[in-house]
């Protein structure tokens, strides 16, 4: 059996793909350093750290810097980050519940999808657990 991806929207200005035509989202290009303005201590080398695993662990993703947050993408987003002072924040969907203590915060978001998130403070807290938590959703259509 072949499997086949959904078809995407693109956004006629942006160009950015979505799983839902007129997604509703920002066009505005927002300059990826402008996120670490006063937390380049701890917030960029977690960043840097978390991109770095991810593209040696995963596989290769495109960075999409957005006023509210950055976006890892592939040919649609497959996890967020926001750059705080002291951690990164890193928030991923799934179209089941995790139930797991490392979860901050999660929100059902509709029948089948949930949006969870997960402070960062050290490197080793971006280990296996989450990596395969974001290889799941690399990988999700």
């Known amino acids: 059996m072949v499997e086949r991806s959904p078809k995407l929207w693109t956004c006629p200005k942006c160009k950015r793909k979505f799983m839902k035509k007129n997604q509703v989202h920002s066009c505005k290009e927002y300059p990826l350093d402008n996120h670490f303005k006063g937390r380049e201590k701890i917030a960029r080398p977690l960043f840097n750290y978390l991109k770095g695993k991810i ?70 807290e971006i280990d296996r657990e989450l990596l395969s938590w974001l290889s799941l959703a690399y990988n999700m259509r």
């Open 55 to 124: 593209k040696e662990d995963i596989g290769h993703f495109k960075i999409v810097s957005l006023p509210c947050c950055i976006h890892l993408a592939t040919s649609f987003s497959f996890a967020g980050v926001y750059a705080l002072r002291d951690r990164i924040r890193i928030f991923f969907t799934f179209d089941y519940e995790l139930k797991n203590p490392r979860i901050d915060k999660f929100t059902k978001m509709s029948k089948n999808r949930y949006l969870y998130s997960i402070d960062i403070k050290r490197t080793d």
